[in-house]
């Protein structure tokens, strides 16, 4: 991180996903043949995801006025809304298979 809080190349958000050197055939064949197949097994996570989208939201709005009067985003709301966010894309991630690891239920990177 550069002195500003920001990353090296300037832009407030990066998105990595490492490229792995194998991928699971299996689950390859699954998203080939049958796309829903991958979004089938993310049926959980996405109604894990679906209440928790809906609570950052209201958390969101909320820390805007917090924000209003104090000046500062919460350090405790930020990292429930940024975990949010990163769950969600581990879960697109995984379906589109860009990688073979279930992205889970867990908020926490």
Known sequence: MAA???PPSGHPVQLTVAHQETYSRG???LGALFFIGR???LIPVAIWLYILIIITGIV????QIVVVFTGSYPKGAHSFVTGTMRLLIRTYAFLYGVTDA???FGINP
Request: proline share 6%.
């Open 4 to 6: 500003s809080g920001q």
């Open 27 to 29: 689950l390859g064949c």
């Open 39 to 41: 979004a089938f097994l």
């Open 60 to 63: 969101a709005w909320i820390m």
């Open 102 to 104: 279930y992205p889970g």
